[in-house]
């Protein structure tokens, strides 16, 4: 009798895999991608600003100096109800005497390394602290006008905008308590 039961076992082991086997599905495998950083709109105006190079090499003074390229920083910015983009080039020479690179320095912007500009920034921020709009509806109102922002980053400008903005805050507190 256990051979009987062996076999039987088996049987329903067997029929027990095929249910299994006919219950899956074959999932395609992928690769990640990786996140672009996102681009402004081709519709933005734009507004090109170009820096005065350098015209002698910084270590020699030689003034034979050739173009290599240039650095484009661009930064979105909003004149009430306007929206553009700034483009800001730095063009980059090498001396032709000791091969050194010369190229002016970046411009600056109120959060390091961020796109948005300072009249954006406080259009953000007087927006939620000021007029208690949430940054959801500020991002909404801003796609509607033909300017995806991202609401994480909106949320990010906005942490941004208060860490630049502690020093100040700190010397106000104390300037206050101090009367």
């Known amino acids: 009798m256990t051979f009987e039961e062996l076999e039987l076992d088996a049987a329903e082991d067997e029929l027990a895999t095929e249910q299994a086997v006919a219950k899956t599905t074959t999932v395609r495998g992928f690769i990640r991608k990786r996140v672009e950083r996102q681009t402004f709109p081709e519709h933005l105006p734009r507004e090109r600003v170009v820096i005065d190079p350098p015209t002698a090499c910084e270590c020699r003074g030689s003034n034979r100096l050739r173009k290599l390229g240039e650095n484009v920083t661009r930064t979105l ?98 300037h206050v308590k101090a009367m």
């Open 77 to 174: 910015e909003v004149v009430p109800r306007q929206w553009k983009v700034i483009e800001t080039v730095r063009e980059k020479f090498s001396c032709c005497d000791c091969e050194k690179i010369n190229q002016t320095p970046a411009p600056f912007h109120a959060i390091p390394r961020g796109w948005a500009g300072p009249s954006l920034l406080a259009m953000i921020v007087s927006g939620k602290f000021g007029q208690h709009q949430p940054l959801n509806r500020q991002a909404e109102r801003y796609a509607l006008e033909g300017v995806p922002i991202a609401l994480s980053t909106m949320a990010d400008a906005v942490g941004s905008a208060r860490a630049s903005l502690d020093l100040l805050l700190r010397r106000l507190e104390g």
